[in-house]
């Protein structure tokens, strides 16, 4: 099992955001260092506590400090940005990362982002289908592309001169394209299915309960025999809610206490659900009514903290749940206490992941 890192960080909606953002940029460089292998940044244009922006632009300013990590958009939401612009700067990203970039890619899931861009009441999967052909296009065929669909059209042909390189849209260093990464986020999850058959791999996200997470390997499965290529469990990233402290008192203080950074993430993951009918995401029984669903009951099925030694037999356990993977990939918090959040990564990379990935 490798070790990676997810972060769409929850912050105060107090906090400096000069501030926020030089600590998740500090998150990533102390990932690097401790020889993570991967990172992902999500991206929301419109929510203030979730506020990193633009994913790209945020991996664009690592790319001179992160040295040995691939990185990658977790995700870029497709139906809010114009795929010509999406492919451009995909491509311009690989090149300066050398190559290690991967392309994760959703429809979003902020209905305040699809309001504000428009698409509220579009069909937004059809948009991210749409969207990724048409990048995957434009890195494919030469110009002038004349690509024309449902949501956008796509060419030069009217203003083309490729004697000095006008009219063409640049393609990745990585040859056809960088690895695009998925986010599983509903049970027995259909688009990981189609995901899959087509050649992509999956992330499961951080706030669905073990039991769910074990239903993705299934569908990643039968979308990769559809596909015809083999199922390959070091591509399968499950993402975690993990805290680690030299003593249990500090980490049950700091991962589930009043003022946890964990039970603030919860509170407005947990209270964007409800909004959109998406509670049954914490219920291990669907017949409970959504009332039930307490953020408490949310912690105690989601985080996993302790000293080194309980960390390591809980992520035993849960990997008993969902079956092996081959990445756990870190889920960014709030650096409330910046020493804290600290030491629990360098314990998770030097005390925990070693005794998890060698048993």
Not at 93 to 105: A, E, P, Q, Y
Not at 130 to 141: C, F, K, P, Q, T
Request: negative net charge; charged residues 25%.
């Amino acid at each position: 099992m490798k070790l990676g890192f997810f972060t769409m960080p929850i912050h105060p909606l107090s906090k400096d955001w000069r501030q926020s953002l030089s600590e998740d940029r500090e998150a990533f460089r102390l990932a690097d260092e401790l020889g993570f292998t991967e990172a992902y940044v999500g991206e929301h244009v419109t929510d203030q506590a979730e506020n990193i922006t633009s994913c790209s632009l945020f991996i664009a300013s690592l790319a001179d400090s992160i040295q040995k990590m691939r990185l990658g958009t977790g995700t870029v939401n497709l139906p809010n940005t114009h795929p010509a612009a999406v492919a451009s700067q995909v491509a311009m990203l690989d090149h300066m990362l050398d190559g290690r970039f991967n392309f994760g890619i959703s429809p979003g899931g902020l209905l305040s982002d699809a309001e504000i861009f428009g698409n509220l009441d579009n069909d937004r999967t059809a948009m991210f289908v749409e969207g990724i052909d048409m990048v995957l296009e434009l890195w494919r065929r030469d110009p002038p592309y004349d690509l024309e669909g449902e949501f956008w059209n796509v060419s030069t042909a009217r203003t083309m001169i490729p004697e000095i390189g006008q009219g063409i849209v640049p393609r990745p260093l990585q040859d056809p394209h960088p690895p695009i990464i998925v986010t599983a986020v509903a049970p027995y999850s259909k688009g990981l299915i189609a995901a899959a058959e087509r050649g992509w791999d999956p992330i499961s996200a951080n706030f669905l309960l073990p039991q769910w997470v074990a239903t993705h390997w299934p569908k990643y499965v039968e979308g990769c025999e559809a596909g015809g290529r083999e199922a390959d469990l070091a591509a399968w990233r499950v993402a975690k809610s993990v805290f680690v402290a030299d003593d249990m008192e500090t980490a049950r203080e700091y991962a589930i206490g009043p003022d946890s950074p964990y039970r603030y993430y919860y509170s407005q993951i947990v209270t964007k659900m409800k909004k959109s009918g998406r509670a049954n995401l914490f219920k291990k029984d669907q017949s409970m009514p959504d009332d039930a669903v307490t953020l408490d009951t949310v912690l105690d099925d989601l985080v996993i903290w302790g000293t080194p030694e309980k960390v390591i037999d809980d992520l035993h356990e849960f990997r008993d749940t969902v079956g092996e993977f081959g990445t756990l990939l870190y889920a960014g918090k709030d650096w409330a206490d910046p020493d804290l959040a600290r030491r629990s990564m360098v314990l998770l990379a030097e005390r925990v992941a070693p005794a998890v990935a060698g048993n």
